[in-house]
């Protein structure tokens, strides 16, 4: 996941966010019928995309072409469970990957890519780990002369 294997594509950003993964959450709803997105929710996008913007080497640059993001998101094992050997295991537990990987792109609109309907690919991977992190990895195509 770290690297390309596509000699057809270049690495845009590459960055640990030191966060428990969390999920994007559902769009919320008052009395009067607004429509907000939660707190919790836009703190950690913008969290996400302050590493992008500090990791890539151009900060006024945002992809134009189709891009491939991958996204490692490692939990901590709990305390009760270290004994277990759980490290590098995947995580079956909630948040959903999906629903991680619709947070990390929402964060990175304008950031690492103009908007998220040109990534054509996503990998999200959940791994029990030493430490809370979120991972990204995210690769533009080059395009063909």
């Not at 080497?57 to 996204?71: F, L, M």
Request: proline content about 6%; some cysteine.
């Amino acid at each position: 996941m770290e690297t390309s294997e596509r000699q057809n594509e270049r690495l845009v950003a590459n960055f640990t966010t030191l966060m428990k993964p969390m999920g994007k959450a559902r769009p919320r709803h008052t009395a009067s019928g607004v429509v907000f997105t939660p707190k919790a929710t836009r703190i950690a996008e913008q969290i996400i995309s302050w590493d992008c913007v500090n990791a890539m080497a151009r900060s006024d640059y945002s992809s134009k072409e189709p891009c491939r993001v991958c996204i490692k998101a490692t939990f901590k094992v709990p305390k009760y469970r270290t004994n277990e050997g759980l490290i590098g295991d995947p995580v079956t537990k909630k948040p959903d990957a999906d629903n991680i990987g619709k947070l990390v792109l929402d964060a990175l609109n304008g950031v690492a890519y103009k908007d998220d309907s040109q990534v054509y690919s996503i990998e999200v991977e959940k791994i029990w780990a030493e430490f809370d992190s979120v991972q990204v990895w995210v690769f533009e195509t080059i395009p063909r002369n």
